[in-house]
């Protein structure tokens, strides 16, 4: 019995230490790939010596804030954070709205094309950007929408519209219809069992579509490089590709500055919403 | 007026019983409903894609050049744009290369995935709250930040990759270039794309996962099936479609990348000897105002990624049926 007892230990012991191995192995791939997010914080804070030295400081040895200072202080940022402000909130605004009818559509109604939509919306987001860079271009060109942010709102929307309704209908789709139906037995108007039970439980997907959205369309780049030629009219991640231009000398350190302020916002709205945009995005892969 | 048309699937189904005009009626109105409720994105999507995509065909067919952009209007030349395209050297080195790249984007993407959501499936709770935070960090990065991180640290002079693997005693790095090379330029824009799209595998494989059902691994465990043998044939069938989605969706992302290799490699290093198919697109077609022939190699691309979805979706597909 005691023998037993002991071979049961020494198994539990075996377990255990397998386990500490491969929380080892969790720690080490932890470390290497959130490094690069980490030096760039990192040398956004040092001190020039520290950032052109030829050994690296591990940490920020005299914290500064001269780096963001700088990053601010050139031309154009407040204005191109501004554009990038506009055209996100107009094409999440739009999108959002547009989206959440078709996708009732798509997740509470049968009918003749519904398939077919589906498809169409799925392989709309199959289609490679690149491939559209030259006729939305020439088709902007014609309406005289090119370095103008109304045009780059219009090529945002190609590729939020279609996430937009895909990820609503999954999380229309996930509310119980006894819920709706149990609404309508009390007395409530098919409006009122919509706006009572449908708004609110779909409320945290529209939250949750929109801010995923929004990181979309803050991160673009290539549609808004090809789009707006004039410094005045760029968006953030345009300004921040053009930071040190053509010169042989970069400011590091405020480019990771530059760098840093542009991903703040996305991080900040990406761990709020992340949790439930996988959910949805799988969800919408496993039913489809 | 949206709510009053809008009708429980249990209704459509004509479960409820009604007087019979009222039904007929409302039949009529639930007929129209969801159409309505679709006209707003179809119009919307008809305009903004729709009407490029048409516009893109056309286009492949003209000389369309800075002269025409200005006009409105090209002038059609057949095939010219097409033969022009397929006659030029460097389209097939760069399709050649992008196929290459592609296949070594994915194949590290998904590999690496799978095995990071095979390490979140075995390690302590706490372990895998650090690393999916860890994780769902770098998935948040803005790719042009990205960039601007690893041109930093891959810096000749000074950068931290150099330092880091001469300390190591991988070799001697000091002031390696890592831009001098093709290879190693686009070497480095892989290390990039699959940093970059690791979290969206590892967490999406980790979910798919959760799937697998206990009773079965345990039961091939009992039958004396080793831990390969578990994966294989227990694992991966329940995984296959989520694999098969993503690997669909990396090949396009890959095939058609641009901001990556664009901005790390640089517009002034950036040749024909570089190029991948996306940015052969972006200097043939719109950098020198000569979209007609851009249209055509627009067209090529989608294509080509047709093509190469449409294969690797039909031999998943056959692979499913053999496995049931």
């Known amino acids: 019995m005691s023998a037993a007892a002991g071979a049961v230990r020494a198994r539990r012991r075996r377990k255990r230490l397998r386990r500490a191995g491969w929380n080892a192995i969790a720690l080490a791939v932890f470390a290497a790939m959130v490094f690069p997010v980490y030096w760039m914080v990192a040398t956004a804070f040092k001190s020039d010596d520290e950032i052109v030295g030829l050994t690296p400081t591990w940490l920020p040895e005299h914290p500064t804030l001269a780096h963001f200072r700088a990053a601010v202080e050139k031309p154009f940022f407040w204005t191109d954070v501004k554009n990038s402000l506009i055209v996100v909130s107009v094409t999440v605004a739009v999108s959002i709205v547009l989206a959440f009818l078709a996708a009732v559509a798509l997740a ?32 902007l060109a014609r309406y005289r929408q090119v370095n103008a942010l109304s045009g780059v709102v219009l090529t945002y929307m190609t590729f939020v519209l279609p996430f937009s309704v895909w990820t609503l209908r999954g999380f229309i789709i ?25 708004l609110p439980l779909v409320a945290p997907g529209l939250v949750a579509t929109s801010v995923f959205a929004f990181i979309q369309s803050w991160n673009e780049y290539i549609f808004a490089r090809v789009l707006l030629n004039d410094q005045a009219k760029q968006t953030v991640t345009v300004w921040l590709s053009y930071f040190y231009g053509t010169s042989r000398h970069i400011d590091w350190g405020a480019l990771m500055a530059g760098s840093t302020l542009t991903a703040i916002p996305v991080v900040i709205f990406f761990l709020l919403v992340q949790r439930r945009i996988a959910f949805g995005l799988t969800a919408g892969a496993v039913r489809g | 007026m949206l709510g009053s048309r809008l009708t429980p699937d249990a209704a459509i189904a004509g479960a409820r019983p009604g007087p019979r005009r009222r039904v007929s009626r409302a ?24 009407y490029p995509l048409v516009d893109l065909v056309r286009l492949s067919f003209q000389r369309y050049g800075l002269f025409e952009l200005i006009r409105h209007s090209g002038s059609w030349v057949g095939v010219a744009n097409y033969s022009s395209v397929l006659r030029d050297g460097v ?39 650090v690393l999916t935070a860890g994780l769902v960090l770098v998935w948040s990065m803005p790719v042009v930040v990205a960039v601007q991180v690893w041109y930093w640290m891959t810096n000749f ?8 693997l001469t300390s190591l005693g991988v070799g001697d790095f000091f002031q390696h270039d890592w831009y001098a090379t093709t290879f190693s330029q686009l070497a480095l824009v892989t290390t990039l794309i699959v940093w970059g799209a690791l979290p969206f595998v590892a967490i999406t494989v980790y979910a798919a996962l959760a799937q697998v059902p206990h009773e079965l691994v345990e039961a091939a465990q009992i039958d004396g099936a080793g831990p390969l043998r578990v994966f294989r044939d227990v694992t991966v069938p329940v995984l296959r479609p989520v694999l098969l989605i993503l690997t669909s969706l990396s090949i396009i992302w890959d095939f058609g990348v641009f901001t ?9 290093k950036i040749t024909p000897g570089n ?3 996306g940015i052969y697109l972006f200097e043939e077609g719109y950098f020198r105002g000569d979209y007609g022939r851009g249209a055509a190699i627009a067209i090529l691309m989608l294509l080509i990624v047709a093509a190469l979805s449409v294969v690797y979706v039909r031999r998943m597909a056959r692979m499913g049926e053999e496995a049931t």
Do not use: C
């Open chain 2, 275 to 277: 190029y991948l198919m």
């Open chain 2, 157 to 164: 002079q000074n950068g931290v990759v150099n330092y880091v």
């Open chain 1, 174 to 198: 996930g509310i119980p219809k006894e819920l709706e139906e149990a609404a309508m037995v009390d007395g409530s108007t098919r409006l009122g069992a919509f706006v009572k039970i449908l």
């Open chain 2, 91 to 129: 389209f097939w080195h760069t399709l050649l290369r992008t196929v290459v790249f592609t296949a070594a984007n994915v194949g590290l993407t998904m590999v690496l995935g799978t095995l990071l959501a095979l390490l979140l499936v075995r390690v302590s709770a706490w372990a895998r709250v």
């Open chain 2, 27 to 50: 039949r009529v109105a639930r007929g129209a409903t969801p159409y309505l409720l679709l006209l707003p994105v179809a119009v919307a999507i008809g305009a903004i894609l729709g």
């Open chain 1, 108 to 139: 509470k109604y049968r009918f003749t094309g519904r398939k077919l939509f589906v498809v169409l919306v799925i392989g709309i987001q199959m289609l490679p950007q690149t491939a559209l860079i030259i006729p939305l271009y020439v088709v």
């Open chain 2, 260 to 268: 990556q290799p664009y901005l790390l490699i640089g517009q002034s």
